[in-house]
Each structure stands twice: as structure tokens, then as C-alpha cells.
């Protein structure tokens, strides 16, 4: 049935369509309401009918003169530039050509499609009817927008655009209605390009001057004319998003596959032959994915860089789901505008306007550190000339600070970090990727051993895990209505839940059950990096409220140095530079070091840890904002020590079995966070070295002990896990000693009783646009990690290049 809206000539000529029995078209219906005096003469006529080969000849003659005052029509959408509208479609005899139409339909300032050409499609009796109609059984079966006549055109009957390669030339121009464009077709197109074996006639088809209209595309008020938003084809970003409608992520719904295809591709958890830990767009319904879109949204950074497109954000999606996806499928190479513009395949001037817009789009997500980021040189500097100049002033004489890794035990062991926790989005994974270095997945299998050498049930670990983990619950669900005047450490908290669960449930946990608890409570530390006694019942697991790195755990087995000597590449590094001052009372900021030295600079990164701003080791004038120092001393500086040792053999490997890791129950409350669980830190199986590691108040028992004396105690404790056989002596080992570490004095951060996740947003805030921070300390949502400390450079180094 037809609605008063897709007739021609609007409610009045449908209403007297309804009443004529003659089937007069719609155009003519037209025609008649839209010429007053017509109307007029044809009504006087009918009331004094001359004879009938009179009435013929008169009537024809006053048409000629009508038409001879109408050889054209203006477009009736207000604001359009064309003044005499041409008929792109040219899909009915009858069409108008740039003549005389009853109605032209606007699709931007420059396409127009005659009223002839609808009838042409529209009409079932019509030749094109059924053309429109397979079309728009397609479109309805995939996407969610309405089938109209006018998207049949945008998305059927629009001549493609296409810009000549020639960088002397770069100019637009339309093809002709049978050629269809591809991406091979876009990135090698040049002027009088030879299409079917014919060659277009002239010597130098560049000198041809551009289509008027194309200037046109690159004003504001162009896109606002616009009927309807670009749907791409054959989009890089299809395969991720098989379980969206294709027009709410900027994708056509007649180039989309079947709802078959759609539904096995939603059951894959990645993009075939992409890697598993690339998974940049959230699927429906799914969250709690960190570094992921959505890729029918914007985000509200992206509102706030592209105002012009939250009425409509169909365009920006389209580009920045091409982009993302683009990116994913080769992050080796630095993805450009030239490289992504092939990719846009849409159909009339939106074209061009897609385009243009790709080189703003993607220069903000470069920016944001979305993509060209990693290992990747990128070779166009974001920052203008005189901002180029970067140098890293650093106070060891090696890069890296709590990334620190140690080869001298025949493997490599990360005296700091070394670990990465969920994979799939994390940048750490990304680098890997980019650099063609294999991560090894850690397993889940971490079996408990008792001093005295007995493996502890499974299922008595599960039944503690499963207590322990209410305790947390009850804890979560008791800060809930606390102030942070109300908190209280975490410890005191775990206890007093802990006993009025004894209390009220009735139950006795046994001996080993007890023991097995405090191996939780151990690992519940290290996570910390402190005493409970320190940490934030109220904001313990702060991050926890953001997404987080879902996926698998993996050790970097060549450690992170690999990854970092990468990023230094071409970068002035002082080492042996100990910053001792930061002077930004004046234009520009002075550093001073500890030698004296000075430099000047528009903008200062200060990524120092924790610790070292605690203790005021730089000379901030004027000072830090009191705000800043408050949050500053509202976190906690955890410690934590690691011990590694080279064995002539493997003794563990019957007994654990191929697994990566296994756990040591303490034998007391008081031997908690000695040795709580030891590491394979050769998965293959050749090299025979286990790291360990020391929490909670096992760190101040360590302190004091020269290495020999903590190896000495982790062999006791070895051998008591193993006791049923021979433990060789260690051919080699190391200690680390973070806590007397002077350009670190810390591992990572926690919130301390009292405070708040937000102090982490604090430090991360600028002082006056000068001296900006960064490190996992400045990172809420990812704080503790290298992953952390990393994206908190990203962001400082969009924040500066924005400014």
C-alpha cells in the first residue's frame, strides 16, 4: 500500500488518486497541484465543453505555452544549491534529463532523480519494479532502516566517484553508471583510465577540469543537505560486526551476508586468520572489555572531537569501524589515509566527503593511540616542528625502571614484571604481534603442596576458594553505602567477616582447611602489594568497576626489555640523568639535574614512581597543587621481592606434571607471603630455573638477610615440598631488593585506608598545561601493570600533541 509520504505530490494528490478511476499518474497529479493557473483553465474548460476536436487542439496548444514557461523546475528542498537539477538515474524513457520534471528528488546538493525515474521503479507495473523489489527484500532481511525508494538509489543507482592516483593530478571524477567500483579499482585509478578495452578520448585526461560539484562536497553545510547517511560495501570491518545490522554500524545491508553466515560468524570468538587477541568491537549485548568499542556509538571523547556528528553518527562510524578494523588485520604497517580510502566503497559525492573526513578521523584515533601505535615507526610526526624535539632524561643507567630482566640463570627472568594479565585488546599483546615474539599461555592448574611434601585435594582448595571469595563478596557488599571516612583496612575487615560467618553458620574448618585460607589471604597481597593491614577495605579493587583485560594470562618468556629496546629505537635517551628540579613559574619549564645540568621545555613528562614523589626526591616550584599532594600520599607504595633460582636438573617435574606453577600452603599464620608460590620460568621443559615470590610481612623479614641466608630459607622450604626426594643445591640464583631500589623504593601502587581510586585520576591531571604525569600510579583502570603505565603515556602524549 502506499503512505502519503513515498507518493508523489504528498497527502493532497494521493487523496485524489483514491477518487480518479482513470489511473492518472502520479506525476501528472503533480503537475496539476503545483500550477494554480492550469488548474484553473482546465476546470473552466470542463464546465463549457466546445466541441471535441476543438477541445483537443486548445488544450494542446495552452500545454505547449505552459511548458514553454516551465523547462525546468528547482529543487524543492530548502536550502539546495541546484538550481537546475539533473536526473542522475536516467532509468526511464520518460526521464527529465536536466529538463522539466513534476518533482525532483534530493539526495545531496548536486543528485537529484526525476519523478519519471521513481515511477519507474516504483510502480509495479513499471519495467523497474521488480529490480526494486529483489533489492528491497535483500535490505529488509539484513538491515533495520526503512527500504525507500530514495536508499534503493543511494545504495543501487548513484554513479561512483573516484580520485585519480596521479599526485600531480588528484582530482575526483564520476564514473559512468555501468562501471562499479572496487578497492583495487580505487587505489590504482588514474584519468582516462582505459575501462572494458575502450580508453577515454584525449591526450591528458588530468587536464580535464574537476566536476564543479565536488568543490561543493568540502563545506559544512553540504553534509547537512544530505537525505541519507553512507552506507559502506564490502567494509574491512564486515567480518567483525557479521551480528549487528550492517546500517547501525555504517555498512549497506545489500552487501551483508545472509542471516545463516551471520549467525556461524557470531559463534566464532575472533575474525578467522586475525589474531585471537584482537577483539576491537564489542559484539551485542556483551561488556566489561577493555579497550573496546561499540561500534554503533560513539564515545564521548569522539562526541567531543566531532560535534557535527551526534545528530547522525552514521558517517563517523562507518570510518572509524573501517579504520579499527583496518588497523587489526595488519598492525605492521602504519595504516594511512591513502592505505583506507580504497576501502571506502560507497556510492555519489558522499564519497568524496567520506574521504576527506577519513584523514581527520584517523588522525584522532593515531592520536588516542588506537592505532599506529606499539612498536611501529611512525614515519608522519604528530607533533608540529617545533614541538618535535624530544628528549628522556633517566636516572639509571638503563631504561626500563621496574621492567628489569635478568639473563644470568641461562633464562629470562624479570627481576620486575614479566606477566601479562588478559590478553585479548592488551597493547603488551599487540607488541608481541607487531614484533612476531610467541607468548606462553599460562595454564590454570596450580596445585597446592603442603610442608611434608603431601598434594593438597583439589577439592579443598575449591571449597576455600569458594569461602574466601564470599568473604570478599560481604566486604564488597559492606562498602557500598561507606563514605571514605568510613573505611577501615582490609584486613580487620576479612577477619571480622570471617568470624561472624564461624559464628553464625556453625561451622569448623580444619587444620589444613585453615591453612589453605591463608595461602588465599598470601595471594590476596601479592595482588596488593602490601600488608592488609595498609590496604582500602572500601577501595581495595577500585578498577575492578571499569573494564578490565579479559583472556589469557601469559608469560612473556624473551621478558618485556625485548619490547622496550624496541619502543627506545631513535629516541634521545640520557641515562646516569637524575632529575632533581622542575621549575614552570615562567613561559617555559626548567629541569634541572642532579649534576646540574639544565634544559628547557614547552612540556614536561614526570614518570616517576610513587615513592620518589612522596619523598619530594624533585623540587616542584612552585609546588604541586595541594590537591595533587594529597592524593599523592592517599596511595600506598606496595613492595614485593622475587627470588630465582638455577638448579642442575628439573626434581619437580613428576610431581607437578607439566604444569606452570604450584603453590606452597605456609605452615602458619606467621610464614604467610614467604615463598607462596613458585614459577616454571622455562615452560619447554630444557632450562631448570624457578622464581618465587615475597609478600605481605615476609618482605621486612627479608629485608635485613643477605641473599645467601633468603636462599638458604627458600631451599628449607623446597625441600619440604618435595620431601619425598632429593633437592640439589642451586648452581646459581638472585634476589632482588626493590625496597632499597633508590630510584624506585616500591613495586606498585595501592589504595591505603582512607582513600580512593580517584586519587589516581589526580596525579594523572596536568599542572597549568606545563608538567603533565604518568606511570601505573596515574592509571585508574589499569593501575599495578606495565600494560598501565604504558597506556598512561599514550594518553599523556595525546593530552600534550592536543594542547
Known amino acids: 500500500m502506499l503512505t502519503d509520504a513515498d507518493y508523489p505530490g504528498g497527502a493532497s494528490a494521493a487523496r485524489r488518486a483514491k477518487k480518479r478511476s482513470s489511473g492518472e499518474s502520479p506525476g ?126 543511494a545504495d543501487q543507482q548513484l554513479p561512483f566517484w573516484v580520485q585519480c592516483t596521479k599526485p600531480d593530478c588528484r582530482k575526483w571524477r564520476q564514473l559512468t553508471k555501468e562501471i562499479q567500483l572496487t578497492t583495487s579499482l580505487a587505489a590504482t585509478y588514474r584519468c582516462g583510465m582505459k575501462f572494458n578495452n575502450i580508453k577515454s578520448e ?51 545491508p545489500s552487501g551483508s551476508p545472509s542471516n545463516d553466515l551471520i549467525h556461524k560468524m557470531w559463534l566464532l570468538s575472533s575474525v578467522p586468520g586475525l589474531c585471537p587477541y584482537f577483539q576491537p568491537f564489542y559484539q551485542p549485548n556483551e561488556c566489561g572489555k577493555a579497550l573496546c568499542v561499540r561500534p554503533d556509538m560513539m564515545e564521548l571523547d569522539e562526541l567531543y572531537e566531532f560535534p557535527e556528528f551526534s545528530r547522525d553518527p552514521t558517517m563517523y562510524l562507518a570510518l572509524r569501524n573501517l579504520i579499527l578494523a583496518s588497523w587489526h588485520r595488519d598492525c605492521k604497517e602504519v595504516l594511512t589515509p591513502q592505505k583506507c580510502a580504497p576501502h571506502v566503497i560507497v556510492r555519489g559525492l558522499v564519497r568524496v566527503r567520506c574521504v576527506q573526513e577519513m584523514d581527520r578521523v584517523l588522525h584522532f584515533m593515531t592520536r588516542k593511540g588506537l592505532i599506529n601505535t606499539g612498536v611501529l615507526a611512525v614515519k608522519q610526526p604528530l607533533l608540529p616542528e617545533k614541538h618535535r624535539s ?23 627472568v624479570g627481576r620486575g ?63 557500598k553505602d561507606k563514605s571514605q571516612s568510613q573505611d577501615t583496612p582490609l584486613g580487620e575487615k576479612v577477619q571480622e567477616v570471617y568470624k561472624n ?50 583472556g589469557d594470562h601469559t608469560l612473556l618468556t624473551k621478558g618485556y626489555s625485548v619490547l622496550l629496546q624496541k619502543l627506545a629505537e631513535g629516541l634521545d635517551i640520557r641515562t646516569k640523568c637524575p632529575v632533581q628540579a622542575i621549575d614552570y613559574s615562567g613561559d617555559v619549564v626548567k629541569v634541572t639535574s642532579s649534576n646540574g645540568s639544565q634544559w628547557t621545555a614547552q612540556k614536561v613528562l614526570v614518570t616517576v614512581p610513587l615513592t620518589l614523589l612522596q619523598k619530594n626526591l624533585i623540587q616542584f616550584n612552585p609546588p604541586l597543587p595541594e590537591r595533587k599532594l594529597k592524593a599523592i600520599h592517599s596511595l600506598g607504595a606496595g613492595i614485593i621481592e622475587k627470588i630465582a633460582l638455577q638448579f642442575p636438573y628439573r626434581f619437580w617435574d613428576n610431581k607437578i606434571q607439566g604444569a606452570d606453577y604450584f603453590g606452597h600452603i605456609p605452615p602458619s599464620p606467621d610464614k604467610r607471603g614467604m615463598f607462596g608460590v613458585f614459577y616454571d620460568m622455562d615452560p619447554q621443559g630444557k632450562q631448570s630455573v624457578l622464581m618465587s615470590v615475597i609478600t605481605g610481612d615476609a618482605v621486612p623479614a627479608v629485608r635485613d638477610m643477605e641473599d645467601k641466608e633468603v636462599v638458604d630459607e627458600c631451599m628449607k622450604v623446597l ?20 625496597s632499597k631500589d633508590m630510584w624506585s623504593q616500591m613495586s606498585y ?48 602524549a595525546s593530552k600534550m600533541a592536543a594542547v
Request: with cysteine.
Open 28 to 153: 501528472d497529479g503533480q503537475a496539476l497541484r503545483s500550477s494554480g493557473r492550469q488548474v484553473n483553465v482546465r476546470v473552466k474548460r470542463a464546465n463549457n465543453p466546445p466541441p471535441g476536436q476543438s477541445k483537443r487542439k486548445a488544450t494542446d496548444t495552452e500545454e505547449e505555452d505552459d511548458q514553454s514557461e516551465k523547462k525546468y523546475r528547482k529543487c524543492e528542498k530548502a536550502g539546495c544549491s541546484a538550481t537546475y537539477p539533473v536526473c542522475f538515474a536516467s532509468a526511464s524513457e520518460r526521464c527529465a534529463k536536466n529538463g522539466y520534471t513534476s518533482r525532483w528528488y534530493h539526495l545531496s546538493c548536486g543528485e537529484h532523480f526525476c519523478n519519471e525515474c521513481f515511477d519507474h521503479y516504483y510502480r509495479s507495473h513499471k519495467d523497474g519494479y521488480e529490480t526494486y523489489a529483489s533489492w528491497k527484500k535483500v535490505w529488509t532481511s539484513n538491515g533495520k532502516s526503512e527500504p525507500s525508494l530514495k536508499a534503493f538509489m
Open 719 to 738: 625441600r619440604e615440598l618435595f620431601k619425598e626426594q632429593e633437592v640439589p643445591e642451586p648452581l646459581s640464583f638472585f634476589v632482588t631488593r626493590w
Open 749 to 796: 601502587s595501592f589504595v591505603k585506608t582512607g582513600g580512593s581510586g580517584e586519587a589516581y585520576d589526580i596525579l594523572a591531571e596536568d599542572v597549568q598545561g606545563k608538567v603533565f604525569f604518568a606511570g601505573e600510579a596515574t592509571n585508574r583502570h589499569f593501575p599495578q601493570t606495565v600494560t598501565g603505565a604504558y597506556l598512561s603515556g599514550v594518553r599523556e
Open 501 to 550: 560467618f564461624l559464628q553464625e553458620s556453625g561451622i569448623q574448618f580444619s587444620e589444613l582447611e585453615e591453612k589453605v585460607l591463608q595461602f588465599h589471604l598470601s595471594n590476596l597481597e601479592y595482588a596488593c602489594g602490601s600488608t592488609l593491614d595498609q590496604v582500602s577495605a572500601r577501595s581495595w579493587d577500585h578498577n575492578e568497576f571499569f573494564a578490565q583485560f579479559s
Open 202 to 252: 584525449g591526450p591528458d585526461q588530468c587536464s580535464q577540469p574537476e566536476d564543479l560539484r565536488v568543490a561543493e562536497v568540502i563545506d559544512s553545510w553540504w553534509h547537512s543537505m544530505l537525505i541519507l547517511p553512507p552506507l559502506f560495501k564490502d567494509s574491512p570491518a564486515s567480518p567483525f560486526l557479521a551480528a549487528y545490522y550492517p546500517d547501525c554500524v555504517g555498512m549497506s
Open 417 to 479: 614484571a614479566q606477566i601479562v594479565n588478559g590478553c585479548v585488546n592488551n597493547p603488551i599483546a599487540m607488541m608481541c604481534e607487531q614484533m612476531g615474539i610467541k607468548m606462553h599461555k599460562l595454564g590454570e592448574r596450580c596445585d597446592l603442596f603442603q610442608e611434608g611434601g603431601r598434594v593438597t585435594d583439589p577439592a579443598i582448595d575449591k571449597r576455600m576458594d569458594f569461602h574466601f571469595n564470599a568473604i570478599l563478596d560481604v566486604v564488597s557488599e559492606w562498602r
Open 390 to 412: 624530544v628528549v628522556v632524561l633517566e636516572a639509571r643507567d638503563r631504561i626500563g625502571g621496574r621492567v628489569w630482566d635478568d639473563t644470568s640463570l641461562g633464562v629470562t
